[in-house]
């Protein structure tokens, strides 16, 4: 793969990065999330880790409240686009899924506290 190639690679990844950050904000918005403050306004954590070259999403239907639940748990390798894209479509269908109101069950079925 000559250099031109591979730029275009990483500016495409990059953008995916940075569409899967943007899907976050617009779940969960720029205000603090804490479960006291919103409610059951979802909740998006948004994780990026060099070392390991991965991108990782956790959402929380109903809010986030400390050892209730892991949420959703969506994980991509960087390196892999079509499994970066994969999470982008997961993402969308999250986030569209949360503003029609189809969560699928109670917040008292979903979220199970951690031992």
């Not at 050892?67 to 960087?78: D, F």
Request: charged fraction near 30%; charge should be positive; glycine fraction near 12%.
């Amino acid at each position: 793969m000559n250099k031109r190639l591979k730029r275009k690679a990483e500016k495409r990844r990059r953008q995916q990065i940075c569409e899967a950050l943007d899907l976050c904000l617009q779940i969960n918005g720029l205000q603090k999330s804490k479960r006291s403050l919103t409610g059951d306004h979802p909740t998006a954590f948004f994780e990026f880790n060099g070392r390991a070259a991965g991108v990782g999403v956790r959402v929380f239907r109903y809010g986030w409240e400390p050892y209730v639940g892991i949420g959703e748990r969506l994980l991509s390798r960087i390196t892999r686009s079509g499994e970066l894209g994969e999470m982008i479509g997961q993402l969308k269908q999250l986030k569209k899924d949360l503003h029609s109101g189809n969560c699928g069950g109670s917040k008292k079925t979903n979220n199970t506290p951690l031992l």
